[in-house]
């Protein structure tokens, strides 16, 4: 549970003048309550890792905000390498199960999580979203989390990787905004390249604003509509599940 919604980030500041208690000013109960939050979700990611490790899959976090494509990219991407690959589902929203019925018609074992009033997945739901799952079956457990390009940043699912989805539509600063999600993801896929020609999207300044932030980060540009850069995201996910193989 969310703490502010500054969601257990102990940075956290304000821009204001005014003077108001802050946080551990009053009794220190605040800090140490996001701190042991953020230590037992640690704890639980950790032994959501180690069980992933065993079974020799890759997990992988789906982030971003709202509406950017994670579920379209992921039905896209099942639907092309069924074949290939052995995929699991877990699907995070605050409510309804629709985006785990729209995996299930690709034929992909899928199962929602529903966060209610929380605005992100944990280490807790999704160690426990994954026993829905024969997981020695399994060759990638992709984790699509609740729309949101804050609090998830603060969360590790024990996931191998974020991977934070940005459409065009968004606006090429959110790097810049965001700053967290980006720092925290090792790939950022810009979605919705069908839709440039209708916006004043700056796809040069997005890239560099999102390698000022994360200069480690690797970008690749797709549209699941028109098909263009969906494989390079696909040799992506076969190099790091052939380095999880190793
Ligand atoms: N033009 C265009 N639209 C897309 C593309 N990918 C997804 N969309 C559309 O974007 C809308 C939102 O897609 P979703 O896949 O539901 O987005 P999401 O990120 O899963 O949304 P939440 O789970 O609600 O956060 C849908 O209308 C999709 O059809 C794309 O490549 N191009
Ligand atoms: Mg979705």
Request: net charge negative; with cysteine.
């Amino acid at each position: 549970m969310c703490i502010d919604c500054g969601c257990a980030s102990p940075d956290h500041h304000h821009d204001h003048d005014h003077e108001h208690p802050h946080q551990d000013q009053v009794t220190g109960k605040k800090i140490s309550v996001e701190e042991d939050l953020l230590a037992k979700n640690n704890r639980l990611a950790m032994n959501n890792r180690i069980r992933f490790q065993r079974h020799g899959l890759l997990a992988l976090n789906l982030v971003s905000s709202p509406g950017s494509g994670k579920t379209t990219i992921l039905e896209t991407t099942l639907k092309d390498l069924r074949g290939e690959l052995r995929f699991a589902v877990l699907e995070g929203d605050q409510q309804t199960s629709n985006d785990a019925d729209r995996i299930a018609a690709t034929g992909v074992p899928a199962h929602q999580i529903n966060t209610g009033a929380g605005c992100h997945l944990d280490a807790h739901m999704v160690g426990h979203g994954a026993e829905h799952f024969a997981l020695e079956k399994v060759d990638v457990l992709m984790i699509e989390n609740v729309g949101n390009l804050v609090c998830p940043a603060s969360f590790d699912l024990g996931e191998d990787a974020k991977v934070t989805v940005l459409s065009v539509t968004e606006g090429e600063d959110k790097p810049l905004k965001y700053p967290q999600m980006f720092r925290a993801s090792k790939l950022m896929l810009i979605n919705k390249l069908d839709l440039l020609p209708y916006l004043r999207f700056d796809l040069e300044k997005c890239r560099e604003y999102a390698r000022r932030i994360n200069p480690e980060m690797e970008i690749i540009e797709l549209s699941c509509y028109s098909g263009e850069g969906l494989d390079k995201w696909y040799d992506w996910l076969r190099v790091q599940l052939s380095k999880k193989k190793v």
